[in-house]
């Protein structure tokens, strides 16, 4: 499967985003996806994922009450809405799958087979 995101964007605080994540090659309801961040200088961090159906979700607590992530299998894509943004969630922003174990979301980067390039989020005043 590939994987694209996009959504990305410069955004003032407080404002929100939706990031999509496309995918091809495969069917994305047979993937669990998370959402992992990388902000310069640090270790890319876990935000959220979801089991393949939608019915399991897992949020970092830094993200919880203002992200959301959702599934649409008709259109092959899992996306992460972001509320009320903050200058910490400046970061490069990447989709994942979970082919291994799509059932239970999954919080290690390491459990991730596929992976997309990433679009760039920046929350600036």
């Known amino acids: 499967v590939q994987l694209v995101e996009s959504g990305g964007g410069l955004v003032q605080p407080g404002d929100s985003l939706r990031l999509s994540c496309a995918a091809s090659?495969?069917?994305?309801?047979?993937?669990?996806v998370g959402w992992f961040r990388q902000a310069p200088g640090k270790e890319r961090e876990f935000v959220a994922a979801?089991?393949?159906?939608?019915?399991?979700?897992k949020y970092a607590e830094s993200v919880k009450g203002r992200f959301t992530i959702l599934r649409d299998n008709p259109k092959n894509t899992v996306n992460l809405q972001m509320n009320s943004l903050k200058p910490e969630d400046t970061a490069l922003y990447y989709c994942a799958a979970d082919k291994e174990n799509p059932y239970v979301p999954d919080t290690s980067a390491t459990r991730y087979e596929y992976w997309g390039q990433g679009t760039q989020v920046t929350v600036s005043s």
């Open positions: 090659g495969r069917t994305i309801s047979a993937y669990g």
């Open positions: 979801i089991n393949w159906n939608g019915y399991i979700v």
